[in-house]
Antibody
C-alpha cells in the first residue's frame, strides 16, 4: 500500500522559514515525480511545486518562486519543501502527492498524504 | 496560472445525476488531456476520482464519469448517494510544467 506522511508544519513568524518533509512507502520512490499542493483554510487547492523522479527537474507556481525549494532524497524515500520568507498568504495545509509518471508533465496526483498545517502569524 | 472556474455549489436528490463544470483556457484544460478530478470530504485529503479526462481509477464507482469539450471539462455523478456529499476539485496540467486546480464545488445531497 502506498503511503505518504508529511511532517514539519507549525507556527512561524512572518519572514521566517520552515522545512516540510514527506516520507513515502509502498512504491519505488525514484520512479515517480512528486508534488506539493496546499490548501488555505476554507479555500481551494493550489499546486505549489513538483519534482521529477531523479530530482533533476523542479517546477514552482509563480507565487513561491525564489522563496520555496523542493528537493528529494531518493535513498531515504523522502520529499522536502524548504520554505523561506514566509507570509500570511502561505498559511495552509500542505499535502505531498505522488505523481503518476517519472516526469512532472502530464500527471495526476494519487495518493495524497494527510497534510501538515503551516501557520504564518506573529 | 489562474484557477479553473467551477460552480460554487451543486445539489441533487438521492438517485439523481449532477454535473460539475470546470472551465479553463487553451493553455490548460483545452490544450491537454491531463484533466483530473478529486473528491475531498471535510478534514480529509483529496482522493483521485477521474484522470486523463475520463478514466476511473480502480475502486472508484462507475457512477462517476468525466468528459471534456473545448476549454471545459465536466464531472458527472449518476445515482447520487449520501456518501457523495463532499467538495470536488478539477485539475489540469498547464504549460510550463505547472498545474492548476479548480475553485472547487460543494456537492450537497438533498
Amino acid at each position: 500500500e502506498v503511503q505518504l506522511s508529511e511532517s514539519g508544519g507549525g507556527l512561524v513568524q512572518p519572514g521566517g522559514s520552515l522545512r516540510l518533509s514527506c516520507v513515502a512507502s509502498g512504491f519505488t520512490f525514484n520512479r515517480y515525480a512528486m508534488s506539493w499542493v496546499r490548501q488555505a483554510p476554507g479555500k481551494g487547492l493550489e499546486w505549489v511545486s513538483g519534482i521529477s523522479g531523479s530530482g533533476g527537474n523542479t517546477y514552482y507556481v509563480d507565487s513561491v518562486k525564489g522563496r520555496f525549494t523542493i528537493s528529494r532524497d531518493n535513498s531515504n524515500n523522502t520529499l522536502f519543501l524548504q520554505m523561506n520568507s514566509l507570509t500570511a498568504e502561505d498559511t495552509a495545509v500542505y499535502y505531498c502527492a505522488k505523481n503518476t509518471m517519472i516526469v512532472v508533465k502530464g500527471n495526476w496526483f494519487d495518493p495524497w498524504g494527510q497534510g501538515t498545517l503551516v501557520t504564518v502569524s506573529s | 496560472q489562474s484557477a479553473l472556474t467551477q460552480p460554487a455549489s451543486v445539489s441533487g436528490s438521492p438517485g439523481q445525476s449532477i454535473t460539475i463544470s470546470c472551465t479553463g483556457t487553451s493553455s490548460d484544460v483545452g490544450g491537454y488531456n491531463y484533466v483530473s478530478w478529486y473528491q475531498q470530504h471535510p478534514g480529509k485529503a483529496p482522493k483521485l476520482m477521474i484522470y486523463g479526462v475520463s478514466n476511473r481509477p480502480s475502486g472508484v464507482s462507475d457512477r462517476f464519469s468525466g468528459s471534456k469539450s473545448g476549454n471545459t471539462a465536466s464531472l458527472t455523478i449518476s445515482g447520487l448517494q449520501a456518501e457523495d456529499e463532499a467538495d470536488y476539485f478539477c485539475s489540469s496540467y498547464a504549460s510550463g510544467n505547472t498545474y492548476v486546480f479548480g475553485t472547487g464545488t460543494k456537492v450537497t445531497v438533498l
